[in-house]
């Protein structure tokens, strides 16, 4: 059976030893009471409610799946499902980061992320079910009223209801321009919603009284495309002044879809018939309340595959340690059983090691992206609030794209570390991997965001954003620079990152001959790019290892071992993609479309 240990002391050294976090959030206001041991204290009791709550439900979560009533449009979650988020709610767990105006415990976000990733780890397809609820109050919180913000704020804070982002059509995916979904306004300032949205992960459940629903649909009056889209608030049940549930609103579950993983999460088709709900934002400008939903879940997702990442490369090495297959090619390793364990071979070692690098470098990136977007919205100086909004938007796409194709490489290798074993339901790895495929897909599939990040974050503002990144990176090679032991990591830092920059000039100036040089090149940027900063981390956290590496604390040693993998088989990746970039358009669109 799987098992999962909270990666505690991971989490402790990038978050106290790396980045002092803590040092950071304490000249905010909001956080100046805020200690290392009130960060270590709320990760172990996440990590029991993880790994003690909702891990033993994911497999069978998995296996029994949820059930639609076709007759009132109600749909069951797995068994266990709804006891857990019983215990979530009673534990407080929903209020842990959100505004104690609304009834929020006012943690930092970065203290958060580090929890969620462990409910990944423990349970994706339970985790989304609350999980989407912070994309609704985040546009809630940013865009809403007054009057939405009192009341319905503290209920997606206590976690009494929860939240969905409804966008997608069946007609129209990512571009969301052309959905059709009407909104008709009322006399009385609301508005009736009709029509149908696809994909909607946990849009209909039996764990809360109350589902929140933010839904984009246009006005009659609505210019064409994505400038004529505005966002709305539709409540399962309706809600009174006071505050207590009305009748049933007509938004349905018309069906379940049937997915290749994240089974036990409902992926809902809604139908809207006329529902009621309010505005969010203003008319027209629906697209900026649902990039606050959208960034959110995409961070979010990076977290999902970080936390799948761990979860499978913690049983991929306890399964190599125990199973027995041939000898070691230099002899045998356990001359007194009958044939080794398979972790003394070579490749099994690199694809550990591969799951292993992944997990470490995205668990950096994550908690360093986190703690920007704490001090994005509570650092006194106005200066640092605009420069780390920058880099969390120029991180964003990083964190989802990369961190996700990542661990969709790192669960295939585990996989593949169990031979025939990994293929059967009951060990829980293949589980991982058709969970692990959804991440590059939700939230914009990762081309889209490739082409956010080199076509807007990068090129749309004439590379300022990345240049600010790079001249951290040039500031910490120079420190470093001149000591021996930091040579192995510095020095392909510092190539890689003039690599970038030649790269970034070459593409631009092919884009401005033709745009479609962006398309050709973007995905392979952004993988570059992806490596350049887990570089980075995986060299400041090489730092770190190498001054305290006579501390008699072997995990010091593990981390160094870690980075040096990094850097030796992981790194080079980037040569290849950078060659794939020049390669340009032509070789991709010089097929006649009727030879294909």
């Not at 009223?145 to 009341?151: D, F, G, R, S, Y």
């Not at 399962?236 to 049933?248: F, M, P, Q």
């Not at 009621?276 to 959208?294: D, W």
């Not at 940027?525 to 570089?535: E, T």
Request: proline share 5%; aromatic share 8%.
């Amino acid at each position: 059976m799987p098992q999962y240990n909270p990666p505690l002391r991971d989490m402790q050294f990038v978050l106290h030893e790396v980045l002092n976090v803590v040092d950071e959030l304490k000249v905010m206001p909001q956080h100046a009471d805020i200690d290392v041991d009130t960060f270590n204290a709320v990760l172990e009791e996440g990590g029991k409610f993880a790994s003690e709550v909702i891990f033993p439900i994911n497999l069978s979560g998995d296996a029994e799946g949820c059930t639609l009533d076709k007759t009132t449009h109600e749909v069951t979650p797995p068994k266990g499902f709804k006891e857990a988020y019983k215990t979530y709610v009673e534990g407080g767990w929903p209020s842990l980061s959100a505004d104690p105006e609304y009834g929020g415990q006012g943690l930092p976000i970065s203290l958060n992320q580090c929890f969620y990733e462990m409910l990944n780890s423990g349970n994706q397809a339970w985790t989304m079910y609350p999980g989407l609820s912070h994309g609704a109050y985040e546009a809630l919180h940013a865009h809403g009223t007054p009057e939405q913000k009192k009341m319905f704020l503290p209920k997606l804070t206590s976690g009494e209801w929860t939240g969905t982002m409804c966008l997608t059509e069946p007609h129209c995916g990512t571009d969301l321009g052309l959905l059709r979904t009407k909104a008709e306004p009322q006399a009385d300032g609301t508005y009736r919603i009709t029509g149908a949205k696809i994909f909607i992960s946990a849009g209909e459940h039996d764990m809360v009284s109350n589902i929140l629903h933010l839904v984009l649909a246009r006005l009659p009056d609505a210019p064409a495309g994505s400038k004529g889209i505005s966002l709305f608030v539709v409540p399962k049940y309706k809600v009174n002044a006071d505050g207590s549930l009305a009748e049933r609103n007509p938004i349905f579950c018309a069906g379940l879809e049937h997915k290749m993983g994240i089974h036990a999460n409902s992926t809902c088709q809604m139908v809207l018939e006329g529902a009621v709900g309010t505005m969010v934002g203003e008319p027209n400008k629906g697209l900026n309340a649902m990039f606050v939903m959208m960034n959110a879940a995409r961070l979010g997702v990076g977290m999902q595959s970080l936390g799948l990442t761990e979860v499978a490369y913690q049983n991929a090495v306890a399964y190599a340690k125990d199973r027995l297959q041939m000898r070691a090619l230099s002899g045998p390793k356990a001359p007194d059983k009958p044939a080794d364990p398979i972790i003394v071979h070579p490749d099994v070692r690199k694809m550990l090691m591969t799951a292993r690098a992944y997990a470490e470098g995205g668990r950096a990136l994550a908690i360093h992206t986190a703690l920007l977007i704490d001090k994005e919205l509570h650092h006194p100086d106005a200066d640092v609030r605009k420069e780390c909004a920058d880099e969390v938007a120029l991180l964003t796409p990083i964190v989802k794209a990369f961190m996700t194709d990542n661990g969709w490489i790192a669960t295939s290798h585990c996989m593949q570390v169990y031979g025939g074993h990994g293929f059967i339901h009951e060990w829980g790895m293949e589980q991982y991997v058709r969970d692990a495929r959804i991440n590059m897909i939700y939230e914009g599939t990762n081309t889209i965001q490739s082409l956010d990040l080199l076509g807007r974050k990068v090129l749309g503002d004439n590379g300022a954003k990345l240049k600010r990144f790079g001249k951290k990176i040039a500031e910490f090679v120079e420190e470093e620079g001149i000591s021996e032991a930091m040579q192995e990591f510095v020095n392909p830092l510092a190539e890689l990152g003039d690599k970038v920059t030649k790269l970034t000039t070459e593409i631009g100036m092919k884009a401005f001959q033709n745009p479609d040089e962006v398309g050709a090149a973007a995905v392979d940027y952004l993988r570059v790019c992806g490596h350049l900063v887990f570089a980075y981390f995986f060299a400041r956290m090489a730092k770190v290892a190498l001054e305290k590496q006579n501390t008699g604390d072997a995990f010091y040693k593990a981390k160094l071992t870690t980075a040096r993998f990094y850097f030796a088989k992981l790194l080079p990746e980037t040569a290849g993609l950078i060659r794939t970039c020049r390669a340009g358009l032509k070789p991709l669109m010089e097929m006649d479309e009727a030879l294909f």
